[in-house]
Every structure is written in C-alpha cells, then in structure tokens.
C-alpha cells in the first residue's frame, strides 16, 4: 500500500474517534489535578477515589495554605486568607461539577481564569503544564461535556 494513502486512511480513522470518551477523560483528568491541588488546602475532609482515602468531615483552611498565598505565591490586589480561601473553595466545587458534567462549560472557564492566574503570578516557569490543562479546559469550553454527563441529560429533557 502507499504510504501517502495508508496515512490518509489512518487519519480518517482517528478522525472517528468520539468526543464523549474523550471529554470524560480529560473531565476526570483536569478534575483530579485541582481536587488534588484543593485537598492540600483544607484539613477535615479527605476524598481521594484513586487511593481509596475517605475522612468525611468539616473542612477547614489549613493555617499553611494562608502561609503559601502570603509568602510563596503572592497574589497582586487580594489577601493572602481571601486569596487561600477563594483556591480551596474552587478547587473543590468546579472539580465536582467537571466530575458531574454539570455547568462544564462554566467550571472550565473558571479554572482556566485559575490556571493563567497560576501561570501569570505564581509559577510563571510552569508554562508546559499550564498549557496542557488550558488546552483540556478549552476543549471541555468550546465542545461541553459529551453524552456521559447531567449538561447533556438537562438538555436533552428540556
């Protein structure tokens, strides 16, 4: 066979490949980075499907969360607590509804306004990650959530 053809025919295969698995899978992905990244902030509840870790509890910000925003990432315009609390809460919430595929759009928005804040004043160096979470977020914006997900069974409904 040709190469030129067997490359075309390759192409027009993955170009086959449907989105919802994709999207669940980068949902899943960029939801478990910022979870993961919010657990770190708060004391009292610990969720972690992959380790099987479960303490259900009252969450609180850590005292070493404020201590970060203050002297590690410094955040222009915004008090270190603010600042710690604001993270810890969307890390949290926009994760779960990414998981849920409800208001994807929306969360992945926010989280992407989060990645250039991290990117912008925190870890300016960290440009290869960054990016790769901006791409997911920015494929979960432009596409939505795919068939696996409350968005798509809302609207369906209404």
Not at 7 to 36: E, H, K, M
Not at 60 to 88: H, K
Not at 124 to 131: D, F, K, M, Q, S
Request: hydrophobic share 55%; with cysteine.
């Amino acid at each position: 066979m040709n190469p030129a053809r067997l490359i075309t025919r390759l192409n027009l295969w993955l170009s086959r490949t449907p989105y919802s698995p994709v999207a669940l899978l980068g949902r899943f992905a960029i939801a478990a980075t910022f979870w993961t990244s919010g657990q770190t902030k708060i004391d009292g509840l610990a969720i972690n499907i992959v380790n099987g870790e479960f303490s259900l509890g009252w969450p609180s910000l850590r005292p070493l969360a404020v201590i970060l925003f203050r002297d590690e990432y410094r955040l222009p315009l915004i008090p270190p607590e603010l600042a710690a609390t604001l993270a810890a809460l969307a890390e949290h919430v926009f994760p779960l509804l990414l998981l849920l595929g409800l208001a994807t759009r929306l969360s992945a928005l926010a989280l992407l306004i989060m990645t250039l804040v991290i990117q912008l004043w925190v870890y300016p160096g960290a440009y290869a990650i960054h990016g790769v979470w901006a791409t997911v977020l920015l494929l979960l914006m432009s596409r939505g959530a795919g068939i696996c997900s409350c968005d798509h069974w809302l609207a369906r409904r209404h």
